[in-house]
């Protein structure tokens, strides 16, 4: 290890998901002066989010990747013995918990680890998990009164920390980046006479707000010839009700598109990877984004990724008031 490089711990649940390509590049793109370690429980779609440096527990030892959540859940333990002998072996500096509550859950190892803490925010665990168990409130208090700083996508964000109860001189707004020179700007040109191709691009939950959007298509459809393209499915996030939660968002979806005889109009890609994503978007003219507060209170926190792509790209986005995406 170079004696001039800081060495960052990054703590994940699981490395990564399908629709975290935010995430990769926010640990890919960190200044070279920055040695990453990633380190997680258990690690997925490595094919597509390969980072040197990811230490995960289940491919140490599944057994001991076990018998770790039982302790935890249990309150029998409230330290990683993994994440504290990976940060010993690399002699980190800083531990960056990815999400709120795994900030939380993280304090006891950084606090035995003697490390730094910095913990990033990025949307349901500011606004859900409060709503939902009031735990959190007093969680997070813990977690602002022992942290070194909390990161945030926007302003608006920003101020939802602080009204948790963060010390505003803690909370920085790290805008999420898009590599620019690696998207071709090409924008789009529509003609009357041809169909006004639509994307949506978003997990089938209810924060994304995607039934909005077809209502709203399904009102101008016989005065425009549309052509629909969604690209997503069903989260498969944890905890369970949230994946039972995005069921009945897609047979709400699918119940629209019928009830608005867009059947015809739309396809559906399901889960598709970030290349085909952005094939998709050079083949249509509007990228429909309508982010909404869910019933949960979950929201986008920060906005959408999606839109900042689209719109380097030279496309036209159409979305909502809301969270951080009137920054964008």
Not at 71 to 93: D, E, G, H, P
Not at 229 to 234: E, K, R
Not at 261 to 275: A, F, I, P, R, V
Request: aromatic fraction near 10%; charged fraction near 20%.
């Amino acid at each position: 290890m170079s004696q001039n490089k800081i060495t960052i711990i990054h703590s994940f649940p699981t490395w990564l998901t399908p629709t975290q390509t935010w995430m990769y590049n926010l640990v890919k793109y960190v200044p070279e002066s920055i040695n990453n370690h990633i380190v997680c429980k258990r690690t997925q779609n490595l094919d597509r989010f390969n980072l040197p440096n990811i230490h995960s527990l289940a491919d140490e030892s599944l057994v001991s990747l076990l018998w770790e959540e039982l302790l935890l859940r249990s309150s029998f333990k409230k330290t990683s013995n993994f994440l504290i002998n990976q940060a010993k072996k690399y002699q980190a500096q800083i531990l960056h918990s990815h999400f709120g509550h795994l900030g939380w859950a993280n304090l006891h190892n950084a606090q035995t680890s003697q490390l730094k803490h910095i913990v990033t925010f990025y949307g349901y665990d500011v606004n859900c998990f409060p709503q939902q168990n009031p735990i959190w409130l007093t969680r997070y208090q813990q977690l602002f009164d022992q942290i070194s700083c909390v990161l945030c996508e926007g302003s608006h964000m920003a101020q939802s920390i602080i009204n948790l109860g963060c010390p505003k001189e803690k909370v920085k707004v790290q805008h999420l980046g898009v590599k620019v020179n690696n998207i071709s700007y090409k924008p789009r040109k529509w003609q009357q006479n041809q169909p006004l191709r639509i994307l949506i691009a978003a997990s089938f939950v209810e924060k994304k707000g995607i039934p909005y959007a077809i209502e709203a298509l399904g009102r101008i459809k016989d005065d425009v010839d549309l052509e629909i393209t969604i690209i997503g499915d069903v989260s498969k996030s944890k905890p369970r009700y949230r994946i039972k939660r995005s069921q009945l968002e897609k047979q709400k979806i699918l119940d629209l598109i019928t009830k608005y005889k867009l059947n015809s109009k739309t396809k559906m890609l399901g889960y598709q990877s970030h290349d085909v994503f952005f094939q998709e978007a050079y083949k249509h003219h509007i990228f429909l984004s309508p982010s909404v507060i869910a019933e949960d209170g979950d929201t986008e926190g920060g906005a959408p990724v999606s839109i900042i792509e689209t719109a380097a790209s030279g496309m036209f986005v159409i979305s909502t008031t809301h969270c951080d995406i009137p920054e964008v």
